[in-house]
């Protein structure tokens, strides 16, 4: 089994900058990468950034360039850095531990919202 905790949202002014964190605990065999999703209320979970155990990124359209995501190894840990937060990016933040096979792992979400 494999645990995600999740930390680091809160509430930010438009412009702003939040990271998160996600520490992942447990079994690490097989792991393929990991990932941000978020979902706004109403709204399906979207992709926001994954990171393959090599280190390959990828990222949606709509955070690229204001949004870094980044691993530590040694702490089986992700980071997501955002900037330049607009209100659009208020959603939960999910963290996503994808194995080969098929089998994922999810996190219980932390809430990020931007609002003057």
């Known amino acids: 089994q494999v645990h995600l905790v999740e930390s680091g949202g809160g509430l930010v002014q438009p412009g702003g900058s939040l990271r998160l964190s996600c520490a992942a605990s447990?079994?690490?065999?097989?792991?393929?990468?990991m990932g941000w999703f978020r979902q706004a209320a109403g709204k399906q979970r979207d992709l926001v950034a994954t990171?393959?155990?090599?280190?390959?990124?990828t990222y949606a359209d709509s955070v690229k360039g204001r949004f870094t995501i980044s691993r530590d190894n040694a702490k089986n840990t992700i980071y997501l850095q955002m900037n330049s937060l607009k209100p659009e990016d208020t959603a939960v933040y999910y963290c996503?531990?994808?194995?080969?096979?098929?089998?994922?792992?999810w996190g219980q979400g932390t809430q990020v919202t931007v609002s003057s």
């Open positions: 447990g079994n690490m065999v097989g792991q393929n990468y």
């Open positions: 996503l531990d994808r194995r080969w096979g098929a089998a994922e792992y």
């Open positions: 990171i393959t155990t090599s280190g390959t990124t």
